[in-house]
């Protein structure tokens, strides 16, 4: 028998109530994304890349590329949420996990507000770990899954952040990103945008980069 922890009911819960209330519109009703039976366990801990082939069916309205789904298990148990693209190898990108939505509730299919938390969390703790300092200003912000933002990295040099992005959703929420990196990391003036090959695989046909000139911001680099 499975046991289920405080943390995985209480997160459960949430996600329902969440799902509920935003399928009173169906313009911000989630779509939900079934796992199979015997691939359940690989997202139960941990694990937030979903590909396709673990995907058993997707029901409700059918998910443009980089709306918010909910994650069950075979049985309907909420295992979480993410963004879905239907082009990618990796069907959703998880973002909330049930043990995540019981410590933050407030952020169960709150897209804006995750990020808000994640680079704030994640700008913490390179403050926690003497980042930056006097010898340098030179360091990675942002670490994809290492910091549950998977698709996204962000390097500082200096002023300027340059991010590389390796995800639809990345693309889709760049204004976003770009304002709360810019007012969550201190003293920067300007974040890059570096296109990645791999967005081809994620549906991005053109990846476009900010910038095609690196000498603004190449004296910076140093460590």
């Known amino acids: 028998k499975n046991y289920e922890t405080k943390d995985e009911a209480i997160g459960k819960a949430r996600l329902r109530q969440v799902s509920e209330d935003l399928a009173e519109n ?3 009703q989630p779509a939900v994304v079934v796992i199979k039976r015997d691939k359940s366990a690989l997202f ?3 694990n937030p890349l979903v590909y396709g082939g673990a995907v058993d069916r997707v029901e409700g309205k059918s998910p443009s590329p980089g709306d918010m789904v909910m994650v069950t298990t075979a049985n309907k148990d909420p ?3 993410g963004v879905f693209n239907p082009t990618s190898m990796y069907r959703v990108r998880m973002l909330q ?3 995540d939505v019981a410590r933050q509730p ?3 299919l709150n897209l804006p507000e995750l990020l808000k938390s994640r680079l704030d969390s994640a700008v913490s703790l ?3 770990v003497g980042l930056p300092n006097s010898e340098t200003d030179a360091y990675r912000v942002v670490n994809s899954e290492g910091d549950r933002l998977s698709g996204l990295v962000a390097d500082r040099y200096g002023a300027f952040i340059v991010v ?3 995800a639809l959703w990345v693309e889709q929420q ?3 990103i770009s304002s709360l990196l810019l007012s969550t990391v201190p003293g920067t003036t300007d974040v890059v945008w570096r296109s990645q090959d791999i967005l081809k695989l994620e549906g991005v046909q053109e990846p476009e980069s900010d910038h095609d000139d690196d000498s603004a911001f190449e004296g910076n680099k140093g460590g």
Do not use: D, F, H, M
Request: glycine share 8%; net charge positive; aromatic share 8%.
């Open 126 to 128: 390179r403050l926690a």
């Open 164 to 166: 590389a992005s390796s």
């Open 174 to 176: 760049r204004a976003l």
């Open 106 to 108: 407030e952020l169960a």
């Open 79 to 81: 295992l979480g949420w």
């Open 44 to 46: 139960k801990w941990g």
């Open 26 to 28: 169906p313009q911000t």
């Open 97 to 99: 996990q049930v043990q």
